[in-house]
């Protein structure tokens, strides 16, 4: 039976499924040909680089080795100059695909899936196709332009049948808005990403088609569309298909429709405006601007790339970051360059006390081997959340989402129906702890989660002073249980 019509009234009608709020963990995946010369120049994350500087500078030096392809043609850029050094001007990027098929051949996804779920995660979204059009799964519409421009294996069947057999939910990701199969151009800046967004009919249906058949063969739970989409899709239409094929199933806020002039080409002023648009969004997450930018039409939760929300939001959000400051492999990446456990576990508790979920992204090498410094971060993440993932799992915010103790420590408060949960953000230096403006009941007992008593608590006005235990592990957080 059909519940949603293709309509926008209709499809606006759908609710945040429970599974989705109580997540808060996805790992993200991005495996592809540019998984082949894996790298790109270092900077720092995307939200630091566009404040710092402009977006051409970005382009220039993107640390995103997924875009590999695009940084390669940027005369002088510093992928360019890798590209020149190791592989010669008669390269062209369309070599790695044979090569990514060749050692793609070693890939297990069961350890992948294995791993995934030791890290907490409870749901996996995996690149299917990213802005080089390369297809992950053996779709019955290849590209017009390059037939063969896909994976031997069907590498998202075969993933969504690892992670499902242990019990994670499976999404996928597809480049909408850019495909250089369809439409090769060399990006320089915002306006430039913006008028590379083929709107021609032919490659509308493309898209169409895509999804369709993605939704029919791997029903996923989660549509996470990148970069905009062709102005010319019906995309209530689109909506209302998965809805009813997937009725817990989420989408994300991508699928932008920007219609351009008939030529495709934005004059002086729309271009600078184009790009001040998308500037403003990426470094103000939380501003007016980046609401109107994203999400389109539709949408079931945002999604701010290397980039967190300063408050609580009454509407769900992903916060999406790679490990590194890559999503696709890069071996030029250093131990400073990847986040630690302890602000991993950090991050994930301030996004869970704000209503949003955390996208953690790895980048697997061509023969799918994850570097073992990313497994490390995944081990260390489940391991604390082993022993604390009660007050991150199945929580929603409470009244407020920040605090901090009595010495500075920072606090973030998550709740259940029965239970307070205060993180704190660090390890304690005494054994003596206070917490302003936090009042309990008179029989409340409090806990730290892995000691099975509660300690000892008293409430002096509207500061709530604590004896912890004495035995504290090193930990990057200490967790608190107040019941009730």
């Known amino acids: 039976m059909q519940m949603y019509r293709p309509t926008l009234a209709s499809v606006k009608q759908h609710p945040v499924p429970a599974w989705f709020e109580d997540a808060k963990l996805g790992i993200f995946i991005h495996w ?9 120049p270092h900077a720092s994350n995307l939200r630091e680089v566009i404040a710092q500087h402009d977006d051409a500078h970005w382009f220039r030096h993107n640390p995103y080795a997924e875009w590999y392809c695009q940084a390669m043609r940027i005369d002088g850029s510093p992928t360019q100059r890798y590209h020149l050094e190791t592989y010669g001007a008669q390269t062209p990027y369309t070599t790695f695909g044979p090569q990514f098929n060749t050692a793609s051949k070693a890939w297990e996804p069961s350890t992948w899936a294995n791993l995934f779920r030791r ?19 053996p779709s019955a519409v290849p590209t017009p332009h390059k037939p063969d421009w896909r994976a031997e294996r069907d590498c998202v069947g075969e993933l969504s049948a690892a992670v ?5 939910r499976m999404g996928l990701y597809y480049s909408g808005g850019l495909d250089f199969t ?8 915002f306006a430039d990403m913006v008028t590379a967004i083929p709107n021609d009919p032919a490659y509308a249906a493309y898209t169409d088609a895509h999804w369709r058949e993605l ?23 689109l909506f209302a298909h998965y809805y009813n094929a997937v009725p817990e199933g989420v989408i994300n806020d991508r699928f932008t429709q920007i219609k351009l ?9 729309p271009r600078k405006l184009i790009r001040w648009i998308i500037r403003r969004a990426l470094t103000h997450p939380q501003s007016l601007v980046a609401r109107l930018q994203t999400g389109g039409a539709h949408c079931d939760f945002r999604t701010p790339e290397y980039a967190t929300y300063a408050k609580a939001s009454a509407r769900k959000w992903e916060a999406t970051r790679g490990i590194g400051q890559s999503f696709g492999y890069n071996r030029n990446e250093r131990p400073e360059d990847l986040i ?11 996004v869970v006390s704000k209503n949003g979920n955390l996208l953690l992204n790895v980048g697997p090498m061509a023969d799918g081997t994850i570097p073992p410094e990313q497994v490390a971060r995944l081990e260390g993440l489940g391991a604390w959340l082993k022993l604390n993932g009660e007050a991150i799992f199945d929580t929603r915010p409470w009244s407020r ?13 998550t709740q259940t129906n029965d239970a307070l949960y205060a993180i704190l953000l660090g390890k304690p230096q005494t054994d003596h702890l206070e917490i302003p403006a936090l009042s309990v009941p008179e029989t409340a007992s409090i806990y730290v989660l892995g000691y099975n008593a509660p300690f000892a608590w008293r409430q002096h006005g509207s500061s709530l002073t604590l004896t912890l235990p004495r035995t504290l592990p090193d930990t990057p957080a200490v967790a608190l249980k107040i019941v009730p």
């Open 32 to 40: 592809g040909p540019y998984s082949v010369p894996g790298w790109a």
């Open 119 to 137: 890290a907490g995660a409870r749901y996996v979204v995996m690149v299917a196709k990213h802005h080089d059009g390369f297809l992950m799964w």
């Open 164 to 168: 499902r057999a242990r019990g994670m």
């Open 182 to 189: 369809f439409k090769d151009v060399v990006i320089r800046d």
């Open 215 to 237: 939704i029919e063969r791997y029903t996923p739970s989660v549509l996470w569309n990148d970069i905009g989409y062709p102005a010319s899709t019906d995309l209530p239409a």
């Open 261 to 269: 002039p008939g030529s495709g080409n934005l004059p002086g002023l």
């Open 340 to 350: 630690a456990v302890k602000d991993l576990v950090h991050l994930l508790a301030d």
């Open 401 to 413: 989402a920040e605090g901090q103790t009595g010495d500075g420590l920072p606090i973030r408060f």
